[in-house]
């Protein structure tokens, strides 16, 4: 027994001796090695180009924040949860759902900008053709006639008189820290009064279904239960994701 358990400890010793000779021999090859690296500058120019590019890369962690307040993504997933809680399905479709569907919705509808930026601003400066300043005020443009197209001039109005500006005689000339807000509240406004119509045949049901069964006497069923299968029927008959669909896209043309 003894003499069996010794050759079993030799027999794995000596496969772990191989492999790691095996494992050496494989790895003799040259590996790259990447790193970042900070050194001097051999122009003034370098140094600024450095500096351009960190600031970049700190704008592009606000990438997600400007997706959500400068396009039609916040009006497109507040009116589906609310037609998720109207329905009263829980969680079905899952958030990753509902997000997953406006964000690609969003992607189609801010196409048109998009395609505007690329070719008016995004190419022309990676070309050389104009100089960044030049870029960023023709890119800026078709954002600015987006948003403004949406936003009421009330809320415009509103964040002007408390920043204490003046108003500009081009609404062109807004800036974004005044149109950013005002095009967000006017979004919030929008969405709440979509999410109100489509309440009300929902709500219809639920009162039917409710004034059935207090009539009945069956106080112990919760009305939300039998008026589900209605509403699913409804919905599903008068083919509700189309015209959600279309009416949401229809809302930014």
């Avoid at 690296?37 to 592009?60: C, F, H, R, W």
């Avoid at 990438?63 to 829980?90: E, G, K």
């Amino acid at each position: 027994m003894k003499r069996t358990a010794w050759i079993m400890i030799i027999m794995t010793a000596f496969i772990l001796i191989s492999s790691a000779v095996v494992y050496a021999e494989t790895f003799q090859m040259p590996v790259p090695r990447i790193g970042i690296e900070v050194g001097e500058a051999e122009s003034p120019q370098d140094y600024v180009n450095s500096i351009k590019i960190m600031m970049l890369l700190t704008v592009l962690t606000l990438v997600p924040s400007l997706l959500i307040l400068m396009t039609s993504f916040t009006r497109i997933v507040i009116v589906l949860s609310f037609l998720r809680n109207a329905l009263s399905t829980q969680q079905t479709p899952p958030n990753q759902v509902l997000i997953g569907l406006a964000l690609f919705l969003t992607i189609f509808i801010m196409k048109p900008v998009y395609t505007d930026v690329m070719d008016n601003a995004v190419n022309p400066y990676l070309a050389g053709n104009i100089t960044q300043d030049e870029a960023v005020e023709i890119g800026s443009e078709p954002i600015k006639t987006f948003m403004l197209s949406q936003t009421r001039e009330k809320d415009l109005g509103l964040f002007y008189d408390i920043s204490g500006e003046q108003p500009p005689l081009e609404r062109m000339d807004t800036g974004f820290t005044v149109l950013i807000p005002a095009f967000v509240i006017s979004e919030l406004k929008t969405a709440f009064q979509m999410g109100f119509m489509l309440f009300m045949p929902f709500i219809v049901i639920d009162l039917i279904v409710a004034s059935i069964l207090m009539a009945m006497g069956m106080f112990m069923l919760p009305p939300v239960m039998i008026s589900l299968p209605f509403k699913l029927l409804l919905f599903v008959m008068v083919d509700g994701w189309y015209l959600i669909v279309k009416s949401l896209v229809e809302s930014f043309v």
